[in-house]
């Protein structure tokens, strides 16, 4: 009697043991997909993040040839403008 309680018993700790191992899996599984996914939003973000980059690089170039346009067309206009207004009240 005492021999069939021990080997009850160590057949539930057998059990337990399996029935852990299969949660052990699952939980690593889960893990796994999980990284999966950290994984490809980061590189999404990197991607993301290298594209604001251009974008600002880009923006960056405009305002320069905006502030030399500007430096070369408001002289223009500033004369336009004086030259119009003495034809006006010539």
Do not use: C, D
């Not at 057949?11 to 994984?39: D, G, P």
Request: net charge positive; glycine share 2%; charged share 30%.
């Amino acid at each position: 009697m005492n021999n069939e309680r021990v080997l009850a018993l160590l057949n539930e700790i057998r059990e337990n043991q399996q029935q852990q191992l299969r949660h052990q899996k699952e939980a690593l599984s889960l893990q796994k997909e999980q990284f999966k996914l950290v994984k490809k939003q980061y590189k999404k973000a990197e991607r993301l993040q290298e594209r604001a980059e251009s974008l600002q690089e880009k923006g960056h170039v405009m305002m320069g040839v905006a502030k030399k346009a500007m430096a070369v067309i408001l002289p223009i206009i500033i004369v336009l403008i004086i030259y119009l207004t003495w034809l006006i009240f010539r």
